[in-house]
């Protein structure tokens, strides 16, 4: 067994190295420019939602209030006279970088430290450089990639943005694992 005391090396330098290729994926190589459609008619719609000064947090509509109003015959109308949406409403102005690209360091940092959970509990000090990446990679992928999924299968999210995720998780996991595998105790 490896303490996850012994492997906050690994944890830090993995997250340092996920931090970077994540902002050259998007900052560089562009290719998730397509995960979200510009809406029509933009400016109007922004301007006709204005004035209900809709407070940040996650919508559904139309929404039922419960199972029997999801049958009715007025939810149904909407339903079928469109248009059915998911909304996240963040708040106003300037997109703030910071505290997200915080959060998601100390969410990689998470990630390498439920990689260490298990990979330490698995393997020994001085294991093969291929066990550690498997189990590191594996874990780390499951970690970045799986909770993707189920946006696609429950709230429509484009499946090509979902394979995109799935594939940055991919990268994330080599490199995290190729970093474990390198700094991985001796015996």
């Not at 999924?149 to 991919?170: H, M, N, R, V």
Request: no cysteine; charged share 15%.
């Amino acid at each position: 067994m490896v303490s996850i005391v012994s492997l906050w090396l690994p944890i830090l330098l993995s997250a340092v190295v996920v931090f970077i290729i994540s902002s050259i994926i998007h900052m560089v190589l562009g290719y998730h420019k397509s995960d979200f459609q510009k809406i029509p008619s933009e400016d109007q719609v922004m301007e006709d939602l204005r004035k209900y000064n809709i407070p940040p947090g996650d919508y559904y509509f139309p929404r039922a209030d419960s199972t029997a109003d999801m049958k009715s015959q007025e939810y149904l109308e909407k339903t079928k006279k469109g248009p059915v949406a998911v909304v996240t409403v963040m708040e106003s102005g300037p997109p703030k970088m910071g505290g997200a690209l915080i959060q998601w360091f100390l969410f990689s940092i998470l990630v390498g430290i439920l990689a260490a959970y298990i990979t330490g509990h698995a393997l020994a000090p001085g294991a093969h450089y291929l066990s550690v990446f498997r189990f590191v990679g594996f874990t780390t992928f499951v970690s970045y990639t799986i909770a993707s999924i189920p946006q696609s299968i429950w709230y429509k999210k484009s499946w090509g943005t979902t394979f995109k995720t799935i594939f940055d998780g991919l990268i994330y996991a080599l490199f995290t694992a190729g970093v474990f595998g390198w700094l991985w105790p001796a015996a």
